[in-house]
């Protein structure tokens, strides 16, 4: 589904992702995990384009995403995006901020646009507070309405950089819930979390990296066994002390 | 434009002095500054009554400045032009009415950012001081006003190109400052008004632009060295 | 001192009239200066948002020329200075039709564009970057992003100064006597010259001026409340 071909990206000097290469399958959930400026978080806003490459390619679907004839535009509304901060836009209420991309993407009337993006808001347990702005709702529910924007679209695939990482510990779980249903409905997955218990249940595969190299791409059986490589064996007994 | 610099500068600087009246740029300078330092323990005056308790003092404060802010400045000189002669009861230089309006208009203004500066201050400030038994007047003298004061320092300077800015009305009611020896300039030279009004718009702005280029380098340099917040502007 | 009060004489016959034409010429001058101050705004933050450093500067210069120059000499530059290079028979039109107004509303508008499109500029900077990506992200174009997403926070976010600057250009509109426009202050002073009603003369202007910047205040905490952007 997507595939990542001897991926290299500088900002200025600095290389921060070396030749990676790896493959998300469809319908299958990947989870990003490593250390701070591990380049993680680079290499999934490269999917949608956010983050340019200098070398290697990527392909979604087939299709590489640099190629000339891809309007990027088209190439975004096809995939979900969601921040570690949310960004929902604080001007328009919760049911517009879902209802945005069908009003002005897929030029749809209101009279379409909302029942829509109400059936979505009630996917996410989130329709009480369609009429609300975003300053009056937690930030548990922001992050719960801002996948539910980026789903609206019916994207071929959702991608989430560290999404319950601004969250206060109460709320983490009802965000990971939601995913844990969105990845048990086949949608392809890629998140970059810190949360390893989630990583564990749900992910089909886990990619470690370090210094932009993805350094350890395996199930969790074995990411999570003595066999697994010797930097993912630190860093996971440095985060089950801070657990 | 050259020749009206050469043959008029003196004239622009200190006004037809010592043949007469102190004016020019002189004249605009010291208007300036002399209402800047007259409106300052008026306007920290308006601002305690605005931050401190509600009552009779505080009504009367905001009454005040919304009155104020609700007047041009321009009605304020013409009633002080008129009504400052007649309650003092003899005739007064047209310059001491400006200052008396320019005081009256930025003690509202100046009042507002000063005590912008008291609230933006840490409110364990106000606590401290409480707990360590002062009362209202020391509190307020050593250790809020000094501290608020520094924090709008910048807000202070930006006020003080907003009154050099003002006081060219003052050419409106006959005030020798750099304005009206312009305007006298220009009837004597009558032909050539854009090079004379050129030249006075480049002085306000020389002036102007450096002041506001003072208050930025103020205001980085406070914001750095202080806690609290550093006001710059009055708000609306 | 023994003076008279005599509202009635001032409240009534041809000195009301003036009065009256006095106020119509101030809410023309305000009005026009402020649409044509607030459209020009908006075209000078669009042209200083393109990154092209010559244009950027020309407008920096715009601004810093209206901010930094007393809003009378800017009238006095236009009104004396700009006739110069008219040539003759436009002059003479022009004033036939009573130039001054027009003067005194270019004068303003141009320096409300320059406040206005300063306010506009710090409410789009404090905008979150982060904003832009997520309006980029759910695949919207610049301009739809800009469009939906980027401007109207910016407005918003702008609006308590430029209903301040509102205020501001209204009081201004007095400057405008300077240079002969039969606007309520000038009128104000006629009469007062007149009548030697100086008290009832300026009252009543004063009271005129009162009124309206009150009703600017109070539409202006209105508005601004209705609009509060709240980012959390």
């Not at chain 2, 480049?202 to 003072?214: G, K, N, P, R």
């Not at chain 3, 607030?38 to 010559?54: G, S, Y």
Request: hydrophobic residues 50%.
């Amino acid at each position: 589904m997507i595939e990542f071909q001897n991926v290299s990206k500088w900002f200025g000097a600095l290389q921060v992702l070396r030749d990676v290469n790896a493959t998300v399958a469809k319908g299958t959930t990947t989870v990003l995990c490593g250390p701070s400026g591990s380049g993680k978080s680079t290499l999934i806003r490269t999917v949608n384009r956010l983050e340019p490459i200098q070398k290697g390619q990527i392909t979604l679907s087939g299709r590489d995403i640099y190629a000339k004839d891809i309007d990027v535009n088209v190439l975004r509304s096809g995939i979900g995006f969601v921040f570690q901060q949310f960004n929902l836009f604080p001007h328009l209420s919760v049911v517009e901020n879902v209802m945005l991309p069908l009003l002005r993407i897929r030029k749809q009337s209101r009279a379409q646009a909302r029942p829509a993006a109400m059936q979505m808001l009630e996917r996410v347990g989130l329709a009480e507070k369609a009429n609300s702005l975003p300053a009056d709702i937690s930030g548990g529910q922001s992050q719960r309405v801002a996948i539910a924007r980026s789903l609206i679209l019916k994207p071929e695939v959702l991608v989430l950089d560290e999404p319950t990482s601004a969250l206060d510990p109460e709320m983490v779980g009802e965000v990971l819930k939601l995913l844990r249903e969105l990845s048990a409905d086949g949608i392809t997955m890629m998140c970059v979390t810190h949360e390893m218990g989630f990583a564990r249940e749900v992910a089909d595969r886990i990619w470690f990296l370090r210094n932009g190299t993805l350094t350890f791409d395996a199930e969790p059986t074995e990411f999570f066994s003595d066999d697994a490589h010797q930097d993912v064996r630190n860093f996971l007994s440095v985060v089950r002390k801070n657990h | 434009m050259l020749e009206i610099i050469q043959e008029y500068w003196l004239l622009l600087l200190i006004g037809e002095y010592p043949h007469g009246k102190l004016g020019g740029l002189a004249m605009t300078l010291i208007i300036s500054f002399v209402s800047l330092i007259v409106t300052f323990p008026c306007a920290v005056l308006i601002a305690l009554a605005r931050t401190g308790k509600p009552g009779i003092v505080q009504s009367i404060a905001n009454g005040f400045v919304h009155s104020v802010r609700a007047i041009p400045l321009l009605m304020l000189i013409f009633w002080a032009y008129f009504a400052v002669p007649m309650i003092i009861g003899f005739p007064i230089d047209a310059a001491f009415t400006l200052i008396v309006a320019i005081v009256i208009y930025q003690t509202a203004y100046l009042g507002e950012i000063i005590a912008a500066g008291i609230t933006g201050l840490p409110k364990g400030q106000r606590e401290a001081a409480a707990a360590l038994g002062l009362g209202y007047i020391p509190t307020m003298f050593r250790i809020i006003l000094p501290q608020a004061i520094f924090n709008v320092i910048p807000g202070i300077v930006n006020q003080l190109t907003t009154i050099i800015k003002e006081s060219s009305l003052g050419s409106i009611i006959a005030v020798s400052e750099l304005s009206y020896v312009m305007l006298q300039v220009n009837s004597n030279e009558v032909t050539k008004p854009l090079q004379i009004f050129g030249i006075l718009a480049a002085v306000y702005f020389v002036l102007c632009f450096a002041l506001s280029q003072a208050t930025n380098w103020l205001e980085r340099r406070i914001s750095s060295r202080r806690t609290g917040q550093v006001v710059v502007e009055a708000v609306a | 001192m023994g003076y008279q009060f005599d509202f009635g004489k001032v409240l009534q016959g041809e000195y009301l009239e003036l009065i009256l034409e006095g106020l119509q010429a101030t809410m023309v001058v305000f009005v026009f200066s402020w649409v044509i101050g607030l459209v020009l705004a908006v075209v000078l933050t669009v042209i200083r948002a393109v990154e092209f450093k010559p244009t950027q500067f020309l407008v920096a210069a715009f601004v810093e020329y209206h901010r930094n120059v007393p809003m009378l000499i800017q009238l006095f530059v236009w009104y004396f200075g700009f006739a110069v290079v008219l040539p003759d028979a436009v002059n003479d039109y022009l004033n036939d039709l009573g130039a001054e107004i027009g003067y005194a509303i270019v004068a303003l508008a141009l320096n409300k564009a320059a406040y206005m499109s300063e306010d506009f500029r710090s409410g789009l900077r404090s905008i979150h970057p982060a904003q832009m990506e997520a309006a980029r992200s759910i695949g919207l174009t610049y301009l739809g992003a800009m469009c939906w997403v980027i401007l109207p926070q910016a407005w918003r976010l702008a609006l308590p100064a430029l209903l301040g600057q509102t205020l501001i250009l209204f009081k201004g509109t007095s400057l405008a006597a300077a240079i002969g426009v039969a606007e309520l202050s000038y009128q104000a002073r006629y009469i007062e010259e007149q009548s030697f009603r100086i008290f009832e003369a300026y009252g009543i202007a004063t009271a005129i001026y009162m009124l309206i910047s009150f009703a600017i205040m109070w539409l202006s905490s209105i508005l601004s409340k209705r609009y509060e952007l709240r980012v959390k």
